[in-house]
């Protein structure tokens, strides 16, 4: 059970001004939509949507990395680098809302579950181990110089830049995942 009631809908708020600031926080967020909501593989949204600027911020940032940033043009190691971080942190609820976001970027779910055995399957290519090491070293703060030029030499340096803040955004959102104890049903 969550610690933090979600705010999938208005209709989640009780209070009047509450729902005012909800219902325009989804009206940015889901402009022209009647009914607008987060569906259930967007729980830390709802969470973060009990302060509604927050929300906003974080969307933002969030489609931005996700969906502008060079380096996450490769959906495959962006998916791949996010479920690593999901695994790291044990954010199950995240891991799972992820799985089919990964597969529909080419990341199986063999794959995916073989992130905790990584380095002695024979299911990863060079470029994903990279990612998956890389990820590994920037979550546990300790990122060698040999393994931040090997990023660089693969992505370029602000491709290493990219892929580290998509690593450390994807941290926050597990982190906050499990503060709040959020749960996909």
Not at 36 to 64: C, T, V, W, Y
Not at 98 to 112: C, F, N, Y
Not at 151 to 179: D, K, P, S, Y
């Amino acid at each position: 059970m969550p610690r933090v009631k979600p705010v999938f809908r208005p209709t989640d708020v009780s209070d009047e001004a509450g729902r005012a600031a909800v219902t325009a926080m989804f009206a940015q967020l889901m402009p022209g939509v009647v009914a607008p909501a987060f569906d259930e593989s967007h729980a830390g949204m709802a969470i973060a949507a009990r302060n509604p600027q927050l929300a906003l911020h974080l969307a933002k940032i969030s489609g931005f990395l996700a969906g502008e940033l060079p380096w996450s043009q490769r959906k495959d190691l962006r998916e791949l680098a996010i479920q690593t971080v999901n695994r790291h942190y044990r954010c199950d609820y995240s891991f799972r809302a992820r799985v089919p976001i990964a597969e529909a970027a080419g990341i199986s779910r063999e794959l995916q579950d073989s992130l905790g055995n990584w380095r002695a399957s024979g299911l990863f290519d060079a470029e994903q181990r990279l990612v998956v090491e890389y990820a590994e070293g920037v979550v546990g703060g300790a990122v060698p110089a040999e393994l931040f030029a090997r990023a660089v030499t693969a992505f370029g340096e602000a491709g290493a830049v990219e892929c580290t803040a998509v690593i450390a955004f994807w941290g926050f959102w597990a982190m906050l995942l499990n503060a709040t104890a959020a749960d996909l049903n």
